[in-house]
């Protein structure tokens, strides 16, 4: 009879101990993420991201995370009497926000 308690106790406190281990979704925050990329305007041609939607993202809670260059373009100047004429390479950055999620 004593062996049998025994392994019911030993089995329980498994069971607790194990029970206590799971997950629990509110061990981790959960994060929204937004990503703003520059727009095509027209083939080729890209429009920088405003200073103003990124003001008004700021407004909203979200916070800056990084910020990567996305599109480089290479264009040349100058005239084509110029050999070789000069390149000028624009880069549109693109940013990614996160912020807490809210609780619903």
Do not use: C
Request: net charge positive; aromatic share 12%.
């Amino acid at each position: 009879m004593r062996p049998r308690v025994l392994l019911i106790a030993t089995g329980l406190v498994a069971a607790i101990v194990l029970w206590a281990q799971r997950e629990r979704p509110g061990d981790h925050p959960a994060y929204e993420l937004r990503s703003v990329f520059p727009r095509e305007i027209s083939p080729a041609q890209y429009q920088q991201v405003e200073p103003r939607e990124l003001e008004f993202l700021a407004s909203q809670g979200w916070e800056l995370v990084s910020v990567v260059p996305y599109i480089y373009k290479n264009e040349e100047r100058g005239t084509p009497a110029m050999a070789p004429r000069p390149m000028a390479t624009q880069t549109y950055p693109a940013y990614f926000f996160k912020r807490l999620r809210t609780v619903r």
